[in-house]
């Protein structure tokens, strides 16, 4: 996608891919026929410029099709640059500014609440995103509130827009920090995909919010990607296209 559209973010959508699978294949109360069924978890995007990951595994499932994916970024195509429910089925959060998305989980949660419904409410949470003051009053709320059907997910992959997290401003110990906003915490590598189903199981049966910190690799599975700032938002070239796809063959 990203290289056909020669736009996009590929890093961030390869550091949460593995996440995606084990949440729509082993956790999400999700009917691929029936998306907009009313009762389904919901999932939030909120680092909703890794639409490719989001597209990649509803067509995985069986919501979008090829053709739809060969539109994306282009004009009028159901696979916009960054997650919108106006444009996508199966989308549940337009995103856009960063920040906002583990305060609209945290609503979707206590709507399900007041539904007396069993649904779960998923957020994926970029590391560089989690420097929005946003995300810490609603995660202070979340607890608060003592909302058990809430788990954000951190794509700890170190990496946001312009360098390294840690260059740009440091974030410290998060899990530490979702613990004292008494958070229940569990820590993954966000590349296995035994731990990442167990992680999504304990998390749905937690008597609280959960956090779940993954540690995953930007740009994972393209040597040249990896750990590389360089494409957090940039497509590759021909003779990288080349190479990354021989590499994830």
């Not at 995103?129 to 509130?145: C, D, N, R, T």
């Not at 296995?192 to 999504?200: G, Q, R, Y």
């Not at 937690?206 to 497509?235: L, R, W």
Request: net charge negative; glycine share 10%.
């Amino acid at each position: 996608m990203v290289y056909k559209a020669q736009s996009g973010h590929p890093g961030g959508s390869l550091s949460c891919i593995d996440i995606l699978v084990g949440l729509y294949r082993s956790a999400m109360r999700f009917d691929p026929d029936n998306p907009g069924w009313g009762d389904r978890d919901r999932f939030v995007m909120s680092k909703g410029h890794a639409s490719p990951a989001v597209y990649s595994i509803l067509r995985d499932v069986g919501v979008l099709e090829d053709s739809d994916l060969d539109g994306f970024r282009s004009l009028g195509s159901v696979c916009q640059g960054h997650v919108d429910r106006k444009w996508t089925e199966g989308v549940d959060f337009s995103a856009g500014s960063l920040g906002m998305g583990l305060s609209f989980g945290l609503g979707s949660a206590l709507a399900a609440r007041l539904d007396v419904s069993e649904r779960h409410t998923w957020v994926l949470l970029g590391d560089g995103e989690i420097q929005e003051g946003q995300i810490w009053e609603a995660a202070m709320a979340a607890s608060h509130l003592e909302v058990a059907n809430l788990t954000a997910i951190i794509d700890r992959n170190r990496i946001q827009n312009d360098n390294f997290v840690d260059d740009q401003m440091r974030v410290g110990d998060v899990a530490s920090k979702f613990h004292s906003f008494g958070w229940n915490v569990i820590e993954i590598d966000g590349h296995d995909m035994s731990e990442i189903v167990s992680a999504l199981s304990e998390a749905k049966a937690s008597d609280g919010p959960t956090a779940i910190v993954a540690a995953t690799v930007k740009g994972k599975g393209v040597s040249f990607m990896e750990d590389n700032p360089a494409f957090h938002g940039a497509a590759p070239n021909d003779e990288q296209y080349a190479e990354a796809m021989e590499e994830l063959s």
